[in-house]
């Protein structure tokens, strides 16, 4: 009996070495947060032949804090996944305010709504795809914020599923549910068709800081000149 007692804990503690590792790396695992930034509508092509520079990315805060986006970057990858390219660089000071958004669109597209960023439609970059390909937001460090692809090929990169590709003149943007953009990292539930696009510029800090231009003090040197006027008047009256 003493025997077994001993080999059933010698057996025990055996198991215990061999599992303690994978038990280490179960509980240091999480999930991923939902990004604050994230791709919210995208247009790939306009109506008819001749729209291909027809199309925008619009991004949006979804977080309650204002994010600066200096140097992170807009990469588009064909559907095929052969080819890469990064065809925006945010400049310095590129804040963006909580439910804001910023508009990015070729050069020559949406003139009349600004402030926005442009990029450039050439033989380096046709724009992109209407079938399918994928856009990938990157920071400044190079991590990976947000992505959406769309389409039908299986070897067009995604966040677990592709996101249907919309039509000549219509979009995909997030759902939004109580207020709030979806963000569950699967681009099929997370996108709907749209009919009619809805490009924004809204972009406005909740909590502007005051103009420092003196006007307390010309209020103070009005209320002055109005007390100077009433004792002229009394002095006249007096005499």
């Known amino acids: 009996m003493r025997l077994s007692a001993q080999l059933i804990l010698s057996t025990i ?9 994978v038990l280490k790396i179960k509980a ?92 450039t439609i050439n033989s380096s970059f046709s724009g992109l795809a209407s079938t399918g390909g994928t856009l990938t937001l990157i920071d400044s460090s190079d991590a990976i914020v947000d992505r959406v692809g769309w389409g039908t090929k299986a070897t067009t990169l995604c966040e677990t599923e592709l996101a249907t590709a919309p039509e000549g003149g219509k979009s995909i ?26 490009p924004e510029i809204i972009n406005e800090n909740p909590n502007p800081e005051p103009p420092d231009d003196g006007s307390g003090e010309n209020d103070d040197s009005g209320s002055g000149n109005n ?8 002095n006249q009256d007096n005499n």
Not at 227 to 234: A, F, K, L, R, V
Request: aromatic letters at 8%; zero cysteines; charged letters at 25%.
């Open 13 to 21: 503690a055996a198991l215990f070495l061999v599992l303690s590792p």
């Open 28 to 119: 240091e695992t999480t999930t991923a947060e939902p990004a604050d930034v994230v791709i919210n509508e995208i247009q790939t092509n306009g109506v008819g032949t001749g729209t291909t520079g027809e199309e925008f990315i619009e991004i949006k805060n979804i977080s309650e804090d204002a994010i600066d986006i200096t140097d992170w970057k807009l990469q588009y990858t064909t559907s095929t996944g052969a080819t890469s390219k990064v065809f925006v660089t945010f400049e310095a000071d590129t804040i963006i305010y909580p439910e804001g958004f910023l508009l990015i669109t070729p050069d020559d597209y949406l003139t009349d709504l600004a402030p926005k960023v442009t990029y």
């Open 173 to 198: 943007e997030r759902i939004v549910e109580g207020g709030k953009a979806v963000d569950t990292n699967n681009n099929k539930n997370d996108f709907v068709k749209l009919e009619t696009p809805t």
């Open 227 to 234: 007390n100077n006027d009433e004792d002229d008047t009394q």
